[in-house]
């Protein structure tokens, strides 16, 4: 093995994947940075579950042992694994009954924010700074002096590289793609929030239905529905499973939808003729301080940038924004670190060079990662086309 000499990697973004790249290159012994703008790891609240299936070994080969089993504690239903079928089931949405049922294959799903906490054990995260401006120099002597990032608090980082892995509204990106960064919008309102189920309708529904999650579409109104359990009493320490309900529709820009009340309004119209089974979870929605969840759907195609010589790298959202209606973005993000971490490997190996790895790492993303985009776009398009 040769010495790295990169330089320093500053990594801008520690959400899951830019907590999986410190691991990952703190394994490799390279030299790494992270800085995030968020003040702590608690600051984003409890987030959503994630299912790793495709990229979860990946995932693992990354990890250190004792990191691997964090990782299968924060199931959103302990152990789960061991006795899951795998099975994924898109119901009709009026009667319940599954008009797709994706075959089983290993996954894990997880809570977001608990993998975040467990990625960030033993890497030392600069919390509260949010990258604002970013600099190269071609001609610094010092390979350290390569990048400059400046953050909004005034602190300032230098490396070699620079990954971009700020999320679907990458700040990098703007910078690397100044004319084309912009995300492109569905014309789709997707909103729902956290309910409470008891022990008793949550096995109900998970016999009936599935115990992780599933989703479906309404044919009379062509409203997505949605279902996630995120704890079990287990976590929750109050008895009840705690779980996620979203729902999806074409948008209507006339439809009053700014108060809660108007929000709430919303979703019962569009719930309409959900299967009873499901129905009685909408009213369990919070109508009261509408704490809804609210996202706008948005995707980034694209997938390329420019790469200032080599020197700037985009990764996970920033580089594939997409929706989550295949689930699958997460596990691209992790493919991206694997993708990148064998590379600089094998760049270590001597057996290739700098400029073979950004080129390879640039034309893998855009071939794999393009094509998802579109796929996710289509199925979310799909998911309200009965
Ligand atoms: C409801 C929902 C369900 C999902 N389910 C799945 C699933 O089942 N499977 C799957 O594979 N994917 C899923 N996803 C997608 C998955 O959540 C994302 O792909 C993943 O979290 C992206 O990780 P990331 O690290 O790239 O970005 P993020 O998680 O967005 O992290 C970006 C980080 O960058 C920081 N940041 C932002 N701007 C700056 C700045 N200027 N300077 C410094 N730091 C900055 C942020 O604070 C954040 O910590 C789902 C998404 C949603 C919305």
Not at 9 to 34: H, T
Not at 163 to 189: A, F
Not at 237 to 251: A, D, F, L
Request: glycine content about 8%.
């Amino acid at each position: 093995m040769t010495a790295w000499d990169q330089g320093k990697i500053l990594i801008s973004g520690a959400g899951v994947v830019g907590l999986l790249l410190a691991q990952s290159l703190k394994k490799l012994n390279i030299p790494y940075e992270i800085f995030d703008r968020d003040e702590s790891i608690s600051a984003r609240g409890q987030g959503w579950g994630i299912t790793i299936h495709w990229a979860l070994n990946d995932m693992l080969s990354m990890l250190p042992e004792d990191l691997i089993k964090s990782v299968y504690d924060a199931q959103v239903y302990e152990n789960f694994h061991e006795n899951d079928n795998g099975n994924f089931i898109y119901i009709n949405g009026s009667n319940g009954i599954p008009v797709v049922n994706i075959p089983p294959a290993p996954r894990l799903r997880v809570r977001r924010e608990e993998l975040r906490v467990i990625l960030s054990t033993g890497i030392d995260v600069n919390w509260g700074c949010q990258t604002i401006n970013i600099e190269t120099d071609d001609d610094a002597t010092d390979i350290n002096k390569r990048v400059t990032v400046t953050c909004k608090n005034g602190k300032v980082f230098q490396g070699g590289i620079l990954m971009g892995i700020e999320g679907s509204k990458s700040v990098t990106r703007s910078i690397t793609n100044p004319t084309n960064h912009e995300l492109q919008y569905l014309p789709i309102r997707f909103i729902g929030g956290t309910i409470e189920l008891s022990e008793d309708e949550y096995r109900k529904m998970a016999t009936t239905f599935s115990p992780l999650l599933f989703q479906g579409t309404i044919p009379q109104t062509e409203s997505f529905f949605w279902y996630s359990l995120l704890a079990t009493p287990k976590y929750t320490k109050n008895g009840t499973y705690k779980s996620q309900i979203m729902m999806s529709w074409k948008n209507n820009p006339d439809e009053p939808f700014d108060t809660p009340e108007e929000k709430y309004a919303s979703i019962k119209i569009h719930s309409k003729g959900l299967d009873p089974r499901l129905q009685y979870m909408i009213d369990y929605l919070d109508k009261s301080t509408g704490s809804f969840m609210e996202l706008q759907l948005a995707d980034w195609p694209i997938c390329d940038w420019n790469d200032f010589n080599n020197k700037i790298l985009l990764m996970g959202d920033a580089c594939h924004a997409m929706t989550m209606y295949r689930g699958e973005a997460c596990n691209h993000g992790i493919a991206d670190v694997k993708l990148f971490t064998n590379l600089c490997e094998s760049l270590l190996n001597g057996k290739i060079d700098w400029n073979a790895v950004v080129g390879k790492y640039k034309t893998s993303i855009k071939d794999r990662c393009s094509e998802a985009v579109l796929l996710s776009r289509q199925a979310c398009i799909d998911a309200h086309d009965w």
